[in-house]
């Protein structure tokens, strides 16, 4: 799995370029700064490597090798903004 | 205290948190030495409280603010000479200096050269963007010739400075180029040069697409950072061809940087014979006088 702190990336790309196996996308969504933050793509050869992880300038990415892969921790979807004012 | 394995366990022990994102230009270099840096501490296990870090001014001067870990952040081209005061006055201390080739080479010069003469127990990151990125491309000493500046419209015609020869000469104990698009052997070495009693210095080429790759037409980030996998070669690999290589090859290295370690030697610190020489005198004076009565 690779973590994005989709924040700290400011899109260069370096990842999605030196991939060794070309595991990686620009996602599909922009992040505040308006750029696309890397994924993984959905058919992917990732072997862990973690290039991506020492190349990116922002320290934006984290590789977590599948068998330490954390559980999905269950969140809500409630956003506290929003709502009608009176 | 468990060794770290994930950026993600890293960037918490080691980044001051509120300080991120960095202020640096999409694909600048200068964060991805600071992550070579932090991992070869890492591997160290080396105690951030008795670390500091000095920097001088420039965008990679900035690193330091970073860094959970105390700092300072000094006047242009001084980090030097303020990195000497901290370890004279607490040689327990280790010393990490991130400079710019302006900060360094240029304004610098001088401490840098004496720092190295002296052997001063402390270890130079110097991240040679061959500009002044931070106050919008001025020439630096260690562009390349023809390089294209605010202050050199029409192309450098100036020598550049092989700040890493001039290290050598000057007898520094651990000197070291390397460029920031490949991790593994940067780690290893900055990892050794820290080890290192004495003056170590450890050279990054590594792009500035704002200052220096737009002006000198090195493309996109993607391309500008290529040109430094076709414009670097390792000094094993140099030495090789120099040797055993056509002439059509040997022309080919001309224009090219030479990376690796370039020097590694085993002298005493400036500080360990300044402790020496300190205890000497002690004993002398300690000892009964005689002729006097
Ligand atoms: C005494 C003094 N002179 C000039 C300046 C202006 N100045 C600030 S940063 C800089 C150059 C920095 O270049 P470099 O060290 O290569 O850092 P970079 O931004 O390229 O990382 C200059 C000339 C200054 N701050 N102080
Ligand atoms: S290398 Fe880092 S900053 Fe660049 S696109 Fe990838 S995640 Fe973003
Ligand atoms: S860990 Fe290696 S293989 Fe996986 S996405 Fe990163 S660079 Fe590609
Ligand atoms: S101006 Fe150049 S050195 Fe400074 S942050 Fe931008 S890319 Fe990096
Ligand atoms: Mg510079």
Same mark, same amino acid.
Request: charged content about 25%.
């Given at each position: ?7 700290? #990336?400011?899109? !260069?790309?370096? *990842?999605?370029?030196? =991939? @060794?196996?070309?595991? $990686? ?19 992917n050869? #990732?072997?862990? !490597?973690?290039? *991506?992880?020492?190349? =990116? @300038?922002?320290?934006a $990415?984290?590789?977590?090798?599948e068998k ?19 | ?25 999409n ?14 501490l ?43 005061g901290?370890?004279a ?21 001088n401490?840098?050269?004496h720092a ?27 562009a ?25 000469a ?12 490949h ?9 050794e ?32 950072w ?7 070669i ?7 061809i ?16 030479q ?13 360990e ?21």
């Amino acid at each position: 799995m690779i973590e994005v702190k989709e924040d700290w #990336c400011k899109g !260069c790309n370096i *990842c999605i370029e030196r =991939c @060794p196996v070309n595991a $990686l996308e620009e996602s599909d969504h922009l992040n505040r700064r308006g750029v696309r933050p890397p994924q993984l793509k959905q058919q992917n050869e #990732c072997n862990y !490597c973690r290039l *991506c992880e020492l190349l =990116c @300038p922002d320290l934006a $990415l984290t590789v977590i090798p599948e068998k330490e892969e954390k559980k999905p921790m269950k969140k809500t979807n409630l956003i506290p903004v929003g709502g009608k004012r009176r | 205290m468990e060794q770290i394995t994930t950026a993600d366990e890293l960037n918490k022990k080691y980044l001051r948190d509120g300080m991120w994102p960095t202020i640096f230009c999409n694909g600048c270099g200068h964060g991805v030495v600071l992550e070579y840096t932090l991992w070869a501490l890492e591997e160290l296990g080396w105690d951030m409280d008795k670390t500091v870090f000095a920097s001088g001014i420039g965008c990679s001067s900035r690193l330091p603010g970073y860094i959970n870990a105390d700092g300072l952040h000094t006047t242009h081209g001084r980090a030097i000479a303020f990195a000497t005061g901290i370890k004279a006055a607490d040689p327990d201390l280790n010393i990490i200096i991130f400079t710019g080739d302006g900060d360094c080479a240029g304004i610098g010069g001088n401490h840098f050269i004496h720092a190295a003469r002296r052997n001063i127990d402390m270890t130079v990151i110097m991240i040679n963007n061959f500009i002044y990125g931070m106050t919008g491309g001025q020439l630096a000493p260690t562009a390349p010739l023809g390089s294209i500046a605010t202050t050199a419209p029409y192309g450098n015609i100036e020598n550049p400075f092989d700040i890493c020869n001039l290290a050598c000469a000057l007898g520094a104990n651990y000197v070291a180029r390397w460029c920031v698009t490949h991790p593994y052997q940067p780690i290893k070495s900055i990892k050794e040069g820290l080890q290192k009693k004495g003056f170590s210095l450890l050279e990054f080429l590594a792009p500035c697409p704002t200052a220096y790759g737009r002006r000198n037409k090195l493309g996109d980030i993607k391309k500008h950072w290529e040109w430094y996998d076709n414009n670097t070669i390792l000094i094993e690999d140099y030495k090789k061809i120099m040797q055993y290589g056509t002439e059509e090859e040997k022309k080919e290295l001309k224009h090219k940087f030479q990376i690796g370690v370039f020097q590694d030697l085993q002298k005493p610190g400036f500080f360990e014979l300044y402790g020496n020489l300190v205890n000497r005198l002690q004993i002398k004076e300690n000892e009964p006088k005689e002729g006097k009565k």
